[in-house]
């Protein structure tokens, strides 16, 4: 399709058990971001792609979180022994690459993946 | 945590009638950006704005940056039921991510 892609749509999970959340991106954008936005908050930023390797994991909020993209498309986000915590709706966007520090490129979201810890 | 803060939180005006919003900041931006939300979908980008410029337009939508106080504003004019949702600014710290603020709730009464 030409817009990002989550899925699923909706996840529903009991405490403890793991989760994964699947993104492809718009092709051609090699930069792929994964965010959290918590109910009637902003977004909160978790990671950053460029290509397959993340030089920015600082937003992961505990090391239950893990992700990986592979073939500088798709991307995996996944939760380990989730927690009620966790439930939130997981967003991902992609962007064309910044060929310098101070370029401009906009990002482009998924829908999302609610998630919701039982 | 985040940057940019949203005012008001929640704003309620008549179809026709025109939008303001704004967001305040903390640190030096290499742009500023807003995002739409719609109930239960993703974000959706509206204009950029980079840190050397001051004000720009995009049909309805005139965003201004005063980089001297860390603070833009949105201005929706001649707005329509259609326009109802969530408004979020985003700045870019030179940093790849965005930082984005809580967002302001607009709802355009028909």
């Known amino acids: 399709g030409a817009g990002v892609s989550q899925s699923p749509s909706n996840k529903v999970t009991e405490k403890g058990k793991d989760v994964e959340l699947r993104c492809d991106p718009i092709?051609?954008?090699?930069?792929l971001y994964w965010y959290r936005q918590s109910l009637g908050q902003g977004l909160e930023f978790l990671i950053y792609?460029?290509?397959?390797?993340?030089?920015?994991k600082s937003g992961l909020p505990s090391d239950r979180f893990s992700a990986e993209r592979t073939g500088g498309s798709v991307s995996t986000l996944t939760i380990q022994r989730t927690q009620q915590e966790d439930s939130a709706v997981y967003l991902c966007?992609?962007?064309?690459?910044?060929?310098?520090?101070?370029?401009?490129?906009?990002?482009?979201f998924g829908d999302g993946t609610r998630l919701s810890i039982l | 945590s985040q940057q940019g803060e949203e005012d008001p939180q929640a704003l309620s005006i008549q179809e026709g009638e025109n939008a303001t919003m704004n967001c305040s900041y903390k640190?030096?931006?290499?742009?500023l950006q807003w995002y739409r939300q719609n109930s239960g979908r993703g974000l959706v980008h509206l204009i950029l704005i980079r840190s050397n410029e001051r004000e720009k337009h995009s049909g309805r939508l005139r965003v201004t940056l005063d980089t001297s106080k860390k603070s833009s504003s949105l201005l929706i004019t001649a707005s329509r039921a259609a326009d109802t949702a969530s408004y979020f600014c985003?700045?870019?710290?030179?940093?790849?991510?965005?930082?984005f603020g809580a967002g302001t709730t607009v709802t355009v009464r028909a």
């Open positions: 092709s051609g954008h090699t930069a």
């Open positions: 640190t030096s931006i290499n742009n």
């Open positions: 966007a992609s962007s064309l690459a910044r060929v310098a520090e101070d370029s401009n490129q906009p990002q482009h």
């Open positions: 792609f460029q290509g397959n390797s993340a030089p920015d």
């Open positions: 985003a700045t870019d710290a030179y940093d790849y991510k965005l930082s």
